[in-house]
C-alpha cells in the first residue's frame, strides 16, 4: 500500500516554479509511462502497435495507420515490425518476470496454478486489419511509378513470401497460437491452421514452408538466375543438415538441463526464505499461545498479531517506503492493536509522504484510536485515511458506548488537547460525531474547519 | 423472517478443515447442496447442483476462483458467487470482481455477517467490504462523472459518497440514514460500481491495476 507515492502530487504538477528537485522528480514519476511490451489484448497482428501506442499515449489506430505508410517505403514499416516484434516481450512474459517479484503469498498461489489468469485477453477488429493491408497495399501502387515504387515482378514474391512466414512464426508465438484457438468456434474453417495438435502444425509449417519456396523460386525466376542458385542452394542445404545431424541433440540437451537446473535453484532458495521466517515469527507465536493457553485474551491477541504479520508478509509489497503516510498509520494502528487487543480495521485511499501536518493528523488519529480501544467497549475500529491532492482527511469510527459531546469534562485530556487543539495549532480541524449508544466517529482534516 | 425456501449454496474450498467450520456455521441459515475442493470439482458441483449462491475461494487448484467464474458464468448466468478469501491483495480483491463474482469478503468474516452477505448475494445485490471499496475508490480516484449519465468509466458524486461510507466502517442502514437515502437506494449504488468496475476498461484502472500487478 505504501508503494505509490503519485497520488500525493498529481493534481498541481504544472506550477511554474517547481518547489524543490525532490518535486520535481516525483512529478515526473507521477506520469510515467508504462514500460513498452506487446499487448495480449485487443491487437491485431502481434501486439506491437498496441503496446506502442499505450507506452506513448496515443491511439492504437494511428500507431498502425503509421505502419501501414512507412510499409510503403520498400517495406520498411514491415521490417520495423517484425524487428520490434521479436525484440519486444509480451505483456504477459512481463507479468510473469513480475510475479518473482510479488508478495510470497500472492507468488506462490500464482505459482501453484491457484489464481489462474484473471484478464481474458480480448482479439483486436480483423476489418481494421484488412483495411490497414489494403491500405498499404494501395500506398505501394499508388507510389508505383515514382523513384520509391516497387516493381511488381517484385512485390508479388514478397508478398507471398511474407505470408508463408506469417504462417510459421504463428507456430512459434504460442500466445498467439491460443488465441487463435480461441475464434475457432466462430470460424471453424480457422481450424486447419489454428489447431495446437501435431498434424495440424505439420500441415501449418509445410504449408508456410511451401508458400515460401513458391515465393523465393518465383523471385528468381523473375530475375533470370534460378539455375545458378539452385546449384549453390544444394551445397547449402547439405552442410547445414550435417551440422544439425551432429550438434543438434547435443545443444537440445545442453538447453534443458541447463533450464531445469535453474529452476531448482530459484525453488530451493525460495523454500530456504520460506522456512526461516516461518521459523521466526509463526513456530515462536505457537510457542507462546501454548503457554499462554489459560489466558483467551492473550491468545486472541498472540494470534492476530500473528496473522497480521503473516498477512503482512503474504501479501503487501515489501518495499513500501517506510516514511510514507500510509505506511505510518498502518504501523500505528497495529501498536495501538498490539497495546489494547482491539482489532483495528486500516483502510487508505492513496499515500503521501508526511510533513508536520500530516504527523499531527497521524498522531491524533492515534490518539482517538486509542480512546476507542481504552472507553468505547467496541469489539472493533474502523479507520479510513484518504489523500486528495495536498489534503488528508481521516476518520476513526467505532461502534462502541458513545458519549455526549457536549459534555466532555474539562479533565479529559485526551480528546480536547490531543486531538482538537492539536489539530487546530497545525492548521488543521477535528470534529467529533457521537452520542450515548451510538459509537464514536472522529474526523481529522488537514484542511481548516469549512463549517 | 419469514423464509419460504432456504438459500442452496455450494462451498468451495480446498481446505477440508475451513469447510467444515463454514458448514457449521451456516447449518441453521441456508442450505449447503455441494462442496468442491478444486476448481474442475467445483465447476461440475456448480452446474449440477445449480444452487443460488457459491461460497468461491479465491485461492483454488486448478486456475483459482476466476477459472470457475469464466466457465461457469457463460453457462449458468443465475448462479451468484461471493468471493471468500484469506487473501486480500489488491490484485485478487479486484481480480475476482472484474471476473464476475458479486462481493468479496474475508475468511476471518463472522458467522452472522457472512450470512447476512450471503443473503444480499441471494437478492442480486453487492457486498462491498471496507477495504474493497478502498480499493475501488483508489482506482477510481481523480475524475467525478458530472452527473448520472451512463459513463462506465467514473463514479457519480452519489456513488463516491456512498463508497466512502463503506470504507468507513459503516453498514448500509447506517449510510442509508446518514445521506437521507433509502437502504434500496444504497444498494443500487453498490451494485453500479460492481458493474462499473466489471465492465470498465478505463485506462487508469488498467494501470492501477498493473501497478499492483494485475494483469
Known amino acids: ?451 | 423472517m419469514t423464509e419460504q425456501t432456504p438459500i442452496r449454496v455450494v462451498l468451495v474450498d480446498d481446505h477440508a478443515m475451513f469447510r467444515t467450520g463454514v458448514r457449521a456455521e451456516l447449518r441453521d441459515s441456508v442450505q449447503i447442496v455441494g462442496e468442491a475442493a478444486d476448481a474442475q470439482q467445483a465447476i461440475a458441483v456448480v452446474l449440477e447442483t445449480q444452487p443460488d449462491v457459491v461460497l468461491l475461494d479465491v485461492h483454488l487448484p486448478g486456475g483459482g476462483g476466476a477459472e470457475v467464474l469464466r466457465q461457469v458464468h457463460p453457462k449458468a448466468p443465475d448462479v451468484r458467487f461471493l468471493a471468500l478469501s484469506v487473501s486480500d491483495a489488491a490484485e485478487d480483491v479486484i481480480g475476482t470482481i472484474r471476473a464476475g463474482a458479486r462481493g468479496y469478503v474475508t475468511k476471518s468474516i463472522t458467522g452472522h455477517d457472512l450470512v447476512a452477505a450471503i443473503k444480499r448475494v441471494a437478492d442480486g445485490d453487492a457486498v462491498f467490504s471496507p477495504r474493497l471499496a478502498g480499493f475501488v475508490l483508489d482506482a477510481f480516484a481523480g475524475g467525478e462523472a458530472p452527473s448520472v449519465d451512463d459513463d462506465l468509466d467514473r463514479l457519480t458524486q452519489r456513488e463516491r459518497e456512498v463508497l466512502r461510507l463503506i470504507a468507513r466502517g459503516y453498514a448500509y442502514k447506517e449510510i442509508a440514514k446518514e445521506l437521507f437515502i433509502s437502504v434500496k437506494t444504497v444498494e443500487t449504488h453498490v451494485s453500479a460500481v460492481l458493474r462499473k468496475l466489471q465492465l470498465s476498461n478505463r485506462y487508469e484502472l488498467t494501470r492501477w491495476a498493473t501497478d499492483r500487478r494485475l494483469v
Open chain 1, 1 to 451: 500500500m505504501a508503494s505509490r507515492a503519485y497520488a500525493c502530487d498529481h493534481r498541481d504538477v504544472t506550477t511554474t516554479q517547481p518547489a524543490s528537485e525532490q518535486d520535481v522528480q516525483r512529478s515526473a514519476g507521477a506520469r510515467e509511462a508504462p514500460r513498452f511490451a506487446r499487448r495480449s489484448d485487443g491487437r491485431l497482428v502481434g501486439g506491437v502497435s498496441t503496446g506502442l501506442a499505450v507506452h506513448l499515449g496515443v491511439q492504437p489506430l494511428s500507431v498502425r495507420i503509421t505502419f501501414a505508410l512507412l510499409a510503403a517505403l520498400g517495406g520498411f514499416g514491415v521490417v520495423l515490425y517484425l524487428a520490434l516484434w521479436v525484440f519486444t516481450p509480451l505483456d504477459q512474459t512481463v507479468a510473469r518476470e513480475q510475479v518473482d517479484r510479488a508478495p510470497a503469498g500472492v507468488a506462490a498461489a500464482t505459482r501453484a496454478g491457484m489464481r489462474g489468469r484473471i484478464r481474458a485477453a480480448r482479439p483486436g477488429d480483423l476489418g481494421q486489419l484488412a483495411a490497414l493491408v489494403l491500405l498499404g497495399l494501395g500506398i505501394v501502387g499508388l507510389l508505383q511509378n515514382t523513384p520509391f515504387g516497387v516493381s511488381p515482378g517484385f512485390l508479388v514474391p514478397l508478398l507471398l513470401a511474407g505470408f508463408g512466414v506469417a504462417l510459421i512464426w504463428r507456430t512459434a508465438d504460442e500466445k498467439e497460437r491460443e488465441r487463435m484457438a480461441e475464434l475457432v468456434p466462430n470460424a471453424p474453417w480457422l481450424a486447419a491452421i489454428t489447431g495446437t495438435n501435431r498434424t495440424a502444425t505439420v500441415i501449418r509449417i509445410a504449408a508456410g514452408a511451401a508458400v515460401i519456396v513458391v515465393g523465393v523460386v518465383a523471385f528468381l525466376a523473375g530475375q533470370g538466375q534460378l539455375d545458378a542458385t539452385l546449384d549453390g542452394l544444394l551445397g547449402v542445404v547439405v552442410v547445414i543438415v550435417g551440422i544439425a545431424l551432429i550438434g543438434g541433440p547435443w545443444l537440445w540437451r545442453m538447453w534443458r538441463e541447463l533450464d531445469a537446473e535453474r529452476r531448482e535453484r530459484i525453488i530451493s532458495q525460495e523454500r530456504a526464505d520460506m522456512a526461516a521466517h516461518l521459523h521466526d515469527s509463526v513456530l515462536q507465536t505457537l510457542a507462546l499461545i501454548q503457554k499462554q493457553a489459560h489466558d483467551p485474551r492473550s491468545v486472541v491477541t498472540l494470534a492476530r498479531r500473528q496473522e497480521r504479520d503473516l498477512r503482512r508478509w503474504l501479501y503487501e509489497d515489501q518495499a513500501g517506503e517506510p516514511a510514507s503516510f500510509a505506511a505510518a498509520l498502518n504501523r500505528a494502528a497495529a501498536d495501538i492493536e498490539d497495546a489494547h487487543g482491539v482489532p483495528i480495521e486500516v483502510v487508505t485511499v492513496g499515500d503521501c509522504e508526511l510533513d508536520d501536518l500530516r504527523r499531527a493528523v497521524l498522531n491524533a488519529a492515534g490518539e482517538a484510536a486509542v480512546n476507542a480501544a481504552k472507553h468505547s467497549g467496541a469489539d472493533s475500529i474502523d479507520i479510513y485515511a484518504e489523500v486528495e491532492g495536498e489534503h488528508v482527511e481521516v476518520f476513526v469510527r467505532d461502534r462502541g458506548a458513545g458519549f455526549d459531546v457536549d459534555s466532555i469534562p474539562d479533565d479529559r485530556l485526551g480528546v480536547r488537547r490531543s486531538i482538537i487543539e492539536r489539530m487546530e495549532r497545525h492548521g488543521g480541524s477535528a470534529q467529533i460525531r457521537s452520542a450515548p449508544g451510538e459509537g464514536t466517529e472522529v474526523r481529522l482534516s488537514t484542511r481548516k474547519d469549512e463549517t
